[in-house]
């Protein structure tokens, strides 16, 4: 299967990440990509940009090197309700959102809070991906995650940084044959995604493509391998082509 995309990256605005949107692109386009998403930190996250950094988008080409651009935000889970950390007049300028549960924002809970603040999340149309829902520091119910996430129309993501042997998520791989069996069952879409933090690592997807092809994952069920298969997630998607 072809793989033309990747959705989850971050430039220098985020803090920790070390290249910038341009070189990040172009990054992309060396490795064949015909759509590039650049989805850096929302505030709560420390060292990442105001807010003020998701409002201007619009002065961004959405070609770049050949590339089909996309500009979003990783967004950070704030609470049980799925709340995030953009107000909705931002929210509604991305192109996309990931919503993610990270440490440094997110005050851990149950199995049924976690999986509360999740669905939360997927129930919100401004959000269209769930970013790595895979460590075990935050147990989560996957059958309902999946469930949840087939009925809004939301991808879950396999991450490959997650699957990285440094990685500090806990367990991500026995975590994502759990989550990819319940997707299977529920018919839930999936994206994979490098959350590339630097450049050598955009759409470096070898160890996500790796648990896909040991579980014999339906590929219907992918969206990575054409434009048409992402659009209806993503419906802002078709302004830029």
């Known amino acids: 299967m072809n793989d033309i995309m990747d959705l989850h990256t971050h430039t220098i605005a985020s803090g920790h990440a070390y290249n910038t949107l341009y070189e990040m692109a172009k990054s992309a386009s060396e490795k064949g990509l015909a759509l590039f998403g650049s989805t850096d930190h929302a505030p709560k996250m420390p060292g990442t940009c105001h807010e003020f950094y998701f409002i201007n988008f619009k002065v961004i080409p959405r070609k770049l090197f050949g590339v089909q651009i996309l500009m979003g935000s990783e967004l950070n889970i704030t609470d049980y309700k799925g709340s995030v950390d953009l107000r909705k007049g931002l929210l509604e300028r991305l192109d996309y959102g990931v919503a993610s549960i990270h ?25 269209h991906i769930i970013g790595h829902p895979d460590d075990a520091r935050f147990p989560i119910d996957y059958d309902t995650l999946a469930a949840a996430a087939a009925e809004n129309h939301t991808l879950l993501e396999v991450n490959a940084s997650s699957l990285h042997p440094f990685s500090g998520r806990k367990n991500a791989r026995d975590n994502y044959l759990i989550m990819l069996e319940r997707c299977r069952h529920y018919k839930t879409h999936i994206v994979i995604n490098s959350d590339a933090h630097v450049e050598a690592d955009v759409g470096n997807h070898k160890r996500a493509w790796d648990l896909i ?14 434009i048409d298969h992402i659009l209806p997630f993503i419906p802002k998607l078709e302004a830029y082509l």
Request: hydrophobic share 35%.
């Open 103 to 127: 440490e440094p924002c997110y005050k851990n809970g149950t199995m049924a809070q976690n999986t509360s603040a999740y669905v939360g999340a997927i129930e919100n149309p401004l959000i």
């Open 213 to 226: 092809e040991e579980v014999d994952f339906p590929r219907e069920l992918i969206v990575n391998g054409s």
